[in-house]
């Protein structure tokens, strides 16, 4: 999942794309708003935490000419603005959903994980596939209730494959979901994480395949 974040304290900034990259999120951050509206431009970022109060673009600015652009990213107002006429032109601006700082750590990520499952339309907050479920919130993977120990990079991959269950994920949707510019991984990388992902889960009996699409990508089926 890749996430761009338009946040001028750097110090926040820091912190927040430490923690979420922890989390195998594939984190850009923008440190103002001109920037911030050239990455989110781009339409690389399933979700967009955004700051209101920014240098050279304000984020409401940043928020309007994404959705005139049609821009489809599910957009975290992350503002000090509490009061109600901020909330409300926020939300009726486009925003997706809205919160004030200070904030609690868990209270972003589960905010973060549900607009996750708006984005890929799943409504469970386990994602599942057969046997195997995992757990969005704590990133743990069972098979039959026995944790698969995977890497924050294999989580991440395969909580975008549950997250688009019953479809082919092509290679390069997989690699911008789980590496953001400051670590551009080899040509191969993903090819490497399947693979170790797919040796994990076969050891764990019960969990589905992770099948290849050749030349296009990867898929996981509900098993029949
Ligand atoms: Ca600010």
């Given at each position: 999942m890749r996430v761009l974040l338009i946040e001028d304290s750097e110090r926040l900034s820091g912190a927040l794309t430490t923690g979420l990259r922890q989390e195998g999120f594939a984190v850009d951050a923008a440190l103002d708003g001109s920037v911030g509206l050239e990455l989110a431009a781009s339409g690389q970022h399933d979700?967009?935490?955004?700051?209101?109060?920014?240098?050279?673009?304000?984020?409401?600015s940043i928020l309007r000419r994404l959705r005139?652009?049609?821009?489809?990213?599910?957009?975290?107002?992350?503002?000090?603005?509490?009061?109600?006429?901020?909330?409300?032109?926020?939300?009726?601006?486009?925003a997706d959903d809205y919160m004030t700082k200070p904030f609690l750590w868990p209270e972003l990520r589960a905010r973060l994980n549900a607009l996750m499952r708006r984005r890929f339309n799943n409504k469970q907050a386990q994602l599942r596939a057969g046997d195997l479920e995992l757990d969005p919130s704590s990133r743990v993977a069972r098979v039959r209730g026995e944790v698969v120990s995977l890497s924050a990079k294999e989580t991440a991959v395969l909580e975008y494959l549950l997250h688009r269950?019953?479809?082919?994920?092509?290679?390069?949707?997989?690699?911008?979901?789980?590496?953001?510019?400051?670590?551009a991984p080899e040509s191969s990388a993903v090819t490497t994480i399947?693979?170790?992902?797919?040796?994990?889960?076969?050891?764990?009996?019960?969990?589905?395949p992770v099948r290849t699409v050749r030349g296009v990508g990867y898929r996981i089926d509900e098993p029949a």
């Open positions: 979700v967009i935490i955004l700051d209101l109060g920014l240098p050279l673009v304000d984020g409401m005139a652009a049609g821009s489809t990213a599910h957009v975290l107002i992350l503002t000090a603005r509490d009061a109600p006429g901020d909330i409300v032109a926020g939300l009726d601006a486009g269950k019953g479809e082919t994920a092509r290679h390069e949707e997989i690699e911008a979901a789980i590496y953001d510019g400051e670590s399947v693979c170790r992902l797919r040796k994990r889960l076969e050891n764990a009996d019960g969990a589905p």
